[in-house]
């Protein structure tokens, strides 16, 4: 398995290649949750079938209280600054959302990460058997010097490279 960072860049890629027409034989479904420290909040939806791409996307002001309709090709665009993190590490806790994750994380390190939540399926239907893959990861960002430098302590639930996980997963393949 490679690290988290290299898994982000894998993911973004994976992304781009999503926010253009594709082709009938392949389908895909994403949902993407993006919490910034400045308690900004993207939600991404998008899906596939039959050559057709149905996207969306919102900003919520987590402070402010509004929510905005995004447009949905520009998740690439919204997710991209994740990068920016000093400390990328995947998440291998037993939360499923942001908010919670962010809370448990808030009780170890004391200082606001950013978490993304990505989960991508994609279907090759002209292969026989179909070939599905599946990507479910959450990752957790920290600015310079707010984590430590490799964090690997399993009572945190953060590891920076060999994610293994019944659950979280980074392109596992799966026969249809």
């Keep these: 398995m490679t690290d988290a960072r290299t898994a982000f860049q894998d993911t973004l890629a994976q992304l781009t290649a999503l926010t253009y027409p594709c082709d009938s034989g392949f389908s895909f479904r ?11 909040c993207y939600q ?28 949905g090709n520009a998740v690439v665009t ?7 993190n000093a400390l990328i590490a ?11 994750i962010t809370t448990e994380l808030l009780t170890i390190v004391a200082t606001m990460p950013e978490v993304l939540l990505v989960e991508l399926e994609t279907i090759l239907a002209d292969d026989r058997p179909a070939r599905a893959s599946l990507t479910r990861l ?10 430590g430098s490799s964090p690997r302590d399993k009572s945190c639930h953060l590891c920076v490279d060999h994610l293994l996980h019944p659950n979280w997963c980074h392109d596992r393949y ?3």
């Design 30 to 40: 994403f949902s993407v949750e993006y919490l910034k420290r400045g308690r900004i």
């Design 174 to 176: 799966m026969l249809l």
């Design 44 to 71: 991404f939806r998008g899906r596939s079938c039959s050559g057709l791409a149905d996207l969306a996307g919102y900003r919520i002001n987590m402070i402010g209280g509004t929510i905005s309709a995004f447009p």
């Design 78 to 84: 919204a997710i991209d600054a994740f990068e920016d």
């Design 90 to 100: 995947f998440y291998v806790g037993e939360e499923f959302q942001t908010g919670a």
């Design 138 to 147: 959450a990752l957790v960002g920290f600015e310079q010097g707010t984590a």
